[in-house]
């Protein structure tokens, strides 16, 4: 059973660079047949993908957040990573890490998510 | 405001049926069929209900079934339980640049 579990400060001020790993467990992040990604929601609103990194270190991002984002992957550890610049209240979120698998075109599996929240 | 549009909120009796529809555009929902739909309990991470726009993954009961039409999506709960109170997301694929864009949500209510 794959599981994945996000890691990080819960509080970050703003104008900083807010900082999350996901280690994965029961897979391999090495494996070529899925994409890693980062999605948040906001309290009380939606869901939002961020980006996704392939095991070879090729990524993408979302268009309005692709200025400030850096996805990286490290495969000795099983654990890939997100890294959000130049942070603002608004970006205070619930953070998911979760796998892309392109054969179903889903998410099937997601962390528990993490509250990270920006504030002074 | 998010790229699909979802309705706020749907609501049924124990036993009957909703659908939920999920509208995009050609770059997204009609121009694949690879919707998906998560259910979100409160507090808890979304769990994928239905993916290519109408198979179910190995558990979820067959009372969840998805169609689509055009640039809308369905997901339809038939023989609605009380466990099915959530909040559930449609999810487009939207070509190699975006990726996937989500619904906004829409809240199920089990009277």
């Known amino acids: 059973q794959v599981q994945l579990q996000e890691s990080g400060p819960g509080l970050v001020k703003p104008s900083e660079t807010l900082s999350l790993t996901c280690t994965v467990s029961g897979g391999s992040v090495s494996s070529g047949s899925y994409y890693w990604s980062w999605i948040r929601q906001p309290p009380g609103k939606g869901l939002e993908w961020i980006g996704y990194?392939?095991?070879?270190?090729?990524?993408n991002y979302n268009p309005s957040l692709k200025s400030r984002v850096t996805i990286s992957v490290d495969t000795s550890k099983n654990q890939f990573s997100l890294k959000l610049s130049s942070v603002t209240a608004a970006d205070t979120a619930v953070y998911y890490c979760?796998?892309?698998?392109?054969?179903?075109?889903?998410?099937?599996?997601w962390g528990q998510g993490t509250l990270v929240t920006v504030s002074s | 405001q998010s790229a699909l549009t979802q309705p706020r909120s749907v609501s049924g009796s124990p036993g009957q049926s909703v659908t939920i529809s999920c509208t995009g555009t050609s770059s997204d929902v009609g121009g694949y069929n690879y919707v998906s739909w998560y259910q979100q309990h409160p507090g808890k991470a979304p769990k994928l209900m239905i993916y290519d726009v109408s198979k179910r993954p190995s558990g979820v009961p067959d009372r969840f079934s998805g169609s689509k039409s055009g640039n809308t999506a369905s997901l339809t709960i038939s023989g609605l339980q009380a466990e099915d109170e959530a909040d559930y997301y449609c999810c487009s694929y939207a070509g190699s640049y975006t990726l996937v864009v989500f619904g906004g949500g829409t809240k199920l209510t089990v009277l």
């Open positions: 990194i392939y095991y070879s270190g090729s990524t």
């Open positions: 979760a796998r892309w698998w392109p054969a179903g075109a889903g998410f099937d599996y």
